[in-house]
C-alpha cells in the first residue's frame, strides 16, 4: 500500500474517532492558542539548509511507496500534546498526515550533543506554504518556528536552530486558509555531520561483574551503558557454558542500565555465559551496541528457592517402649526448592532418639517433640508429638481400618492400626512391623502406606506386640489419563479448554466434565471444567485429577498477543540435504524487552516439504536442494522464515566420456552430479574444464573446440571431483 493510501485509511479512523471525543474539543483549543502564539512571535529566520535534504524529502513523499519501510517512522495518534508525543530519532523519515483542521502532531526526538538541529517537513510545493513547523522545549516553550524554503525544484518548511544535548518536542499543523487533512507529510531531523551522534552506547560496568563465583540463581544481572538507551532487536540469552543449553530470560531497560534475569532459578554450582548479540541495545540516536558476553558461575544451591514449607508423616506418634523404631517421611514445598535438607532437634532425647534417617526408637515413658527446620535458613518449621507409654501387658488384638481396600494402579491409601486393650479400651497404635503378601501388586511401607502396582489382590498384615490383624487390597486397571494439549501457553485475558480423557480397559473416554480441576496460582490462571483463562503474568500448574490419577498441564501466560514481537533464532535458515537437523527457536518480547522463549506453543508449516520438513517441536531437516520458507505461527501472530537448502555432489559423470573429432569442429561435454541422497542435476554450469594440449583443442564452458590433429584430455572438475574425456583430432 503507498504511504498516502495508508495514511488516509489510518486517519480517516482516527478522524472517525476524535470527532466523538472530548479531546477533539481540547485539541481545537490549543491549536487556536498555537496559531496566534504564531501571528505574535514569528519572524523571518536566516535559514541555510542544505537543498539537496529539501529536495530528497519532497521526492519522497511523492513516492508512491517507501524504499525500505525501516527507514520511516509512522504517526500513532492520538499525539496532539507532549505527554502523547511520538517518539522519533534522528535521520529517519517520519510520515504523517493530519486528521483534522485543529490537528496538532506532536514529536519527541532526543539531541545526544551539542550542535545544530535542522528540521525539515514537507507536504508537497502547492501545501507548504500552509503547513506550520514548531520547535519547543520539555515545558511547551516555543524556541523556534519554521520558515518556507524554495529550491529550484521543491520546497519545504525549515528549522535551524543550535541546541544543547536534552529533549525536543517538534510541532507540526496546517493553517486552515487549505484543507491538509489526509494529506501526507514528510518531517526529519537532523544534526550537522560534526555534532551527529554516530558512537555506539559502550559498556562500562556489570554487576554481579565478569567472571564471578557464587553468583545468585536468581540473580538480576545489570549492564550499565556509556549513555541512555533502548532496547533493540539483538538477541540477549543466558547458556550453560558446558552443554550450550539457552536459558530463559527476560531483559528490560532502565535509564542507561539493561537489566537481565533468568526466568527461574538456573542449576548450582554451574558454569554459564551472558551474552549481548549486536543491537541488544541502541542508544537514542538509534546507534547499535557492539556484541558482549562474559561469563560467571553460580553459586551453593542455598541461594535458590527457598523451602516456605514442611510437612512431615506421620504428624504425630504414639509408641510403647520396646517397640520397633518408627520411619518419619518429610516432605518440603515447593517441590522445586533449591536446598531440600533439612535439621531437626528433638525435646527430650531421654523419651526417643532419632536417626538421621529419621527412625525414631522409643527409650522411655515421657513425651517429646520433634522440630524439623529447612537448611537454607526460611522461616518455616514442622513438629511432631510423641507419646511413649510403658511396655503393655494387657494387649488383647489388633485391627486394620479399613478392613477392605480397592486401589487404582497408581493409587495409594494409608492404613491405620488399633490396639485393643483388657480394660476395653482402644487406642491407635504405631511401630507395627507391615508385610505384603505379594509386593509386586502392592507394597506396604513401615507406616501403613499402601501403594497399588499391578492389578490383583493381595493380603496386607501388621504384627505388633505378638498381636496380628490382616486386611484385603485389591488393585484395579483404573484409569490413565492424558491432558490435550499437555501444556499451554497464553496471553492475559486469553480463555482456552483442555481435554482430559480417560483409558479404562482398554476404552478411551472424555471425562473432562467429570475430573475435578484446580489451578496452584489463581493469581495468575483459574480453570473450570477444562476452561482455563488467563488473568497475569506469570506460571502456574494445573492439575486435573479422576478416580484416583492425576495429570499436571504446565501453564506460561505472556503479555498480550498485540503487545508481542515475533522472532526467530536463527532468523534464516542454510542447511544441506544430509547433514544434521537445525533447531528453530522462537522467540516472543513483550514491550516491556523481556524476551521469552515459545518454541513449543507455536505451529509450523513448510512452505515446500519437497525441500524441506518441520515437526512440532521446530526441528528442521533438509529434504532436497531449494529454497522455500517456513511459516511459524504463534497465537494471532504469523512469520516467515527463509530457507536454503544446499547439497554436497558425491560423484559425476561426463558425456561423451571421449569423442573423436576433425579439424575445426566443435563438442560439447555435459556433466551430471550425483547427491547423497540420490538426486542428480546437470553441474555443466558449475564445472570447470582444463585442456592437456592446446595445440591440439581448446575448452570452454565445456565446448570442445578442434585446433590441430593428435589426442588431448580434458579433465573436468566440479569441486573436488574429477573426469577426464579423450579427444582425438584427425
Not at 482516527?14 to 472530548?22: C, D, K, R, Y
Not at 551539542?114 to 525539515?120: P, Q
Not at 527463509?642 to 560423484?651: C, D, G, N, R, W
Request: aromatic share 6%.
Amino acid at each position: 500500500m503507498s504511504v498516502k493510501k495508508w495514511s488516509i485509511c489510518l486517519f480517516t479512523v482516527i478522524l472517525g474517532l476524535f470527532l466523538v471525543s472530548p479531546a477533539f474539543a481540547d485539541e481545537k483549543s490549543d491549536y487556536e492558542k498555537l496559531i496566534k502564539q504564531r501571528s505574535a512571535q514569528q519572524s523571518v529566520a536566516e535559514v541555510t539548509p542544505d537543498t539537496a535534504q529539501v529536495e530528497n524529502l519532497s521526492k519522497a513523499v511523492k513516492q508512491k511507496a517507501p524504499a525500505a519501510s525501516s527507514d520511516y517512522i509512522y504517526e500513532s495518534e492520538p499525539n496532539y500534546n507532549i505527554s502523547l508525543a511520538d517518539d522519533i530519532v534522528l535521520n529517519k523519515y517520519v510520515s504523517g498526515s493530519f486528521s483534522t483542521n485543529y490537528d496538532l502532531d506532536y514529536y519527541r526526538v532526543n539531541v545526544p550533543t551539542s550542535g545544530n538541529l535542522t528540521v525539515i517537513a514537507t507536504a508537497g510545493s502547492d501545501l507548504n506554504s500552509h503547513l506550520i513547523l514548531q520547535l519547543v522545549d520539555g515545558d511547551d516553550n516555543s524556541l523556534a518556528w519554521g520558515s518556507l524554503v524554495t529550491t529550484s525544484t521543491s520546497s519545504g518548511q525549515v528549522i535551524s536552530k543550535t541546541l544543547s544535548p536534552g529533549t525536543y518536542y517538534i510541532v507540526l499543523f496546517g493553517d486552515t486558509s487549505a484543507s491538509l487533512v489526509n494529506k501526507p507529510y514528510l518531517m526529519e531531523a537532523l544534526m550537522d555531520s560534526s555534532s551527529s551522534d554516530t558512537t555506539p552506547p559502550a559498556v562500562q560496568s556489570v554487576d554481579p561483574p565478569k567472571w564471578s563465583t557464587n553468583v545468585k540463581v536468581n540473580q538480576t544481572h545489570t549492564i550499565t551503558y556509556s549513555e541512555p538507551i533502548k532496547r533493540g532487536t539483538g538477541l540477549v540469552s543466558i547458556w550453560n557454558y558446558n552443554t550450550y543449553e539457552d536459558f530463559p530470560t527476560s531483559a528490560a531497560v532502565n535509564g542507561n542500565t539493561l537489566l537481565v534475569t533468568p526466568v527461574g532459578n538456573l542449576k548450582a554450582n554451574t558454569k554459564y555465559m551472558l551474552s549481548l548479540k549486536k543491537g541488544a541495545v541502541t542508544d537514542q540516536s538509534g546507534n547499535q551496541s557492539d556484541e558482549f558476553y562474559y561469563s560467571f558461575t553460580t553459586g551453593a544451591s542455598s541461594d535458590g528457592i527457598p523451602v516456605t514449607a514442611i510437612s512431615v508423616s506421620p504428624s504425630s506418634l504414639s509408641l510403647n517402649v520396646g517397640d520397633s523404631p518408627q520411619q518419619l517421611q518429610v516432605t518440603v514445598s515447593p517441590s522445586n526448592a533449591t536446598n531440600q535438607n533439612i535439621n531437626y532437634t528433638v525435646s527430650n532425647p531421654n523419651v526417643v532418639s532419632v536417626t538421621p534417617d529419621l527412625m525414631v526408637t522409643p527409650l522411655a515413658a515421657g513425651t517429646a517433640t520433634i522440630t524439623f527446620t529447612p537448611q537454607d535458613g526460611s522461616n518455616c518449621s514442622a513438629v511432631v508429638n510423641v507419646a511413649v507409654s510403658a511396655k503393655s501387658s494387657n494387649l488383647t488384638s489388633i485391627v486394620i481400618a479399613p478392613f477392605n481396600v480397592s486401589l487404582n494402579v497408581g493409587g495409594t491409601t494409608q492404613l491405620t492400626l488399633t490396639g485393643k486393650y483388657q480394660d476395653g479400651t482402644t487406642k491407635p497404635v504405631t511401630g507395627a512391623s507391615w508385610t505384603s503378601s505379594d509386593n509386586k501388586i502392592a507394597r506396604v511401607d513401615s507406616n501403613g502406606n499402601v501403594t497399588a502396582l499391578k492389578t490383583g489382590t493381595v493380603v496386607v498384615s501388621a504384627l505388633y506386640q505378638g498381636k496380628l490383624a490382616t486386611c484385603t487390597v485389591t488393585v484395579k486397571a483404573g484409569s490413565s489419563l492424558t491432558a490435550t494439549p499437555s501444556s499451554l501457553t497464553m496471553s492475559v485475558g486469553e480463555t482456552t479448554s483442555v481435554k482430559l480423557t480417560a483409558q479404562v480397559n482398554g476404552v478411551v473416554q472424555d471425562v473432562t466434565e467429570n475430573a475435578d480441576w484446580s489451578s496452584d496460582n489463581n493469581g495468575v490462571v483459574v480453570v473450570s471444567e477444562g476452561n482455563v483463562t488467563a488473568i497475569a503474568e506469570g506460571y502456574a500448574n494445573i492439575t486435573a485429577s479422576y478416580q484416583g490419577s492425576q495429570v499436571l498441564i504446565p501453564v506460561t501466560v505472556n503479555a498480550t498477543a498485540s503487545d508481542i514481537t515475533l522472532s526467530t533464532n536463527p532468523e534464516e535458515l542454510n542447511i544441506q540435504v544430509g547433514g544434521k537437523a537445525q533447531q528453530l527457536k522462537v522467540l516472543a518480547t513483550d514491550e516491556t524487552g523481556r524476551i521469552t522463549e515459545v518454541t513449543k506453543s507455536c505451529t509450523f508449516e513448510s512452505g515446500d516439504e519437497d525441500v524441506v520438513t518441520i515437526d512440532k517441536n521446530g526441528k528442521v531437516t533438509a529434504v532436497a536442494r531449494g529454497e522455500t520458507s517456513i511459516a511459524v505461527y504463534y497465537e494471532d501472530q504469523e512469520i516467515d522464515v527463509p530457507v536454503t537448502v544446499t547439497a554436497t555432489v558425491k560423484s559425476i559423470s561426463v558425456n561423451p566420456a571421449s569423442v573423436t573429432l576433425a579439424v575445426g569442429d566443435t563438442a560439447e561435454i555435459s556433466v551430471t552430479g550425483y547427491y547423497a541422497n540420490k538426486e542428480e542435476a546437470d553441474v555443466t554450469d558449475e564445472a570447470k574444464f582444463s585442456t592437456s594440449n592446446k595445440k591440439v583443442c581448446t575448452v570452454e564452458d565445456g565446448v570442445i573446440c578442434a585446433v590441430g590433429k593428435g589426442t588431448a584430455k580434458i579433465t573436468v572438475t566440479v569441486g573436488k571431483l574429477k573426469k577426464n574425456v579423450t579427444v582425438k583430432v584427425k
